[in-house]
């Protein structure tokens, strides 16, 4: 556009004679590179802008949420994150229309990262923070995305879960969390929060890394790995479904009695639900039980990593 822009100008100031002979105007010139310093000036300063934006913005997908009749922009991306033992993998990152000051480390559950772990995400950004939920399967399938109502994926759901290397898998989850801690503030808090596999993985996010707080929903085979629970430094939630298929009530029963003295944990036990209580839009999926759990949950992670987004003074002052 600015080579336009000085053509124009140029025309303006500079007379054209019949034989092809210029005669130009110095006050004219002076004139001219006054405003071609100033456009410069404009249009750098536009680049600047738009490329600003392009990063923070535009990389980013923008869902419009309706919330109390109020419009919320909620940005959701898929990002690279470097594993430590080489190679990379992706992660569904959803971030609240505020700034985040605390993070979560989403965790799959067998399914991989399903239409259910991404809605499970935008729902925590909607609460303030910046969500991350990591494809753990990358090394034996990348992008595995299963649906719980069809049975036939759930057989190969069990196949992928025999063959994940669950040291590896920890170790993916260390990157995400540091991924996340680059992204906040340097008093940004990071929690994890996991389900069936993820709620066991939780658990070892607890025992093996110094997430901040760690929520485990109907975590699989901590019964068997109770010799860790020494290793607790961080807050640790545990949501049992009373008639768990996968994590019977003798396992239950072991949970409880290993890690009831530890002031650090807690467990919260929901009766006449199975596995999978939590999960939204599946036949599992169990209402009341649902919403007291994530009530529970919400308010652990205010408690603990504090609120999800940043806030003026002038908000704190008004409340």
Same mark, same amino acid.
């Given at each position: 556009?600015?080579?336009?822009?000085? !053509?124009? *100008?140029?025309?303006?100031?500079?007379?054209?004679?019949?034989?092809?002979?210029?005669?130009?105007?110095?006050?004219?010139?002076?004139?001219?590179?006054?405003?071609?310093? *100033?456009?410069?000036?404009?249009?750098?300063?536009?680049?600047?802008?738009?490329? @600003?934006?392009?990063?923070? $913005?535009?990389?980013?997908?923008?869902?419009?949420?309706?919330?109390?009749?109020?419009?919320?922009?909620?940005?959701?991306?898929?990002?690279? *994150?470097?594993? !430590?033992?080489?190679?990379?993998?992706?992660? @569904? $990152?959803?971030?609240?229309?505020?700034?985040? &000051?605390?993070?979560?480390?989403?965790?799959?559950?067998? $399914?991989?990262?399903?239409?259910?772990? &991404?809605?499970?995400?935008?729902?925590?950004?909607?609460?303030?923070?910046?969500?991350?939920?990591?494809?753990? @399967?990358? &090394?034996?399938?990348?992008?595995?995305? $299963?649906?719980?109502?069809?049975?036939?994926?759930?057989?190969?759901?069990?196949?992928?879960?025999?063959?994940?290397?669950?040291?590896?898998?920890?170790e993916d989850l260390k990157a995400s969390l540091s991924f996340l801690r680059q992204y906040l503030s340097s008093t940004g808090k990071v929690g994890s929060l996991g389900f069936c596999l993820g709620g066991k993985l939780a658990y070892f996010m607890a025992t093996r890394t110094d997430a901040d707080a760690n929520v485990s929903y109907y975590g699989v085979d901590i019964d068997k790995n109770l010799a860790e629970a020494t290793k607790i430094q961080k807050p640790l939630i545990l949501h049992m479904g009373g008639n768990d298929e996968y994590v019977s009530p003798s396992a239950q029963a072991v949970i409880q009695q290993g890690l009831q003295d530890n002031p650090l944990v807690t467990i919260y036990r929901y009766a006449g639900v199975s596995h999978g209580f939590s999960r939204v839009n599946s036949s599992a999926y169990r209402k009341e039980a649902a919403e007291l759990a994530s009530d529970r949950t919400l308010a652990f992670l205010k408690q603990h990593l504090g609120n999800g987004s940043k806030i003026s003074n002038e908000a704190t002052t008004a409340r």
């Open positions: 556009m600015l080579p336009f822009v000085l !053509f124009g *100008i140029y025309k303006h100031f500079i007379v054209i004679s019949p034989d092809h002979v210029s005669q130009v105007s110095f006050a004219g010139w002076g004139l001219l590179f006054q405003l071609t310093a *100033i456009l410069t000036f404009i249009i750098d300063g536009l680049e600047s802008w738009i490329g @600003y934006w392009a990063v923070n $913005l535009n990389v980013l997908n923008q869902v419009s949420v309706e919330e109390g009749g109020q419009q919320d922009i909620m940005k959701t991306q898929n990002v690279t *994150i470097q594993a !430590f033992s080489g190679g990379s993998f992706s992660a @569904y $990152l959803a971030a609240p229309s505020t700034q985040p &000051r605390a993070g979560i480390v989403l965790i799959q559950e067998v $399914l991989g990262v399903n239409n259910n772990m &991404r809605q499970t995400a935008d729902d925590y950004a909607k609460e303030g923070y910046l969500v991350l939920v990591p494809d753990l @399967y990358w &090394r034996l399938e990348p992008n595995v995305q $299963l649906d719980p109502e069809d049975k036939n994926q759930w057989t190969k759901a069990f196949e992928l879960l025999k063959a994940f290397d669950l040291d590896s898998g920890i």
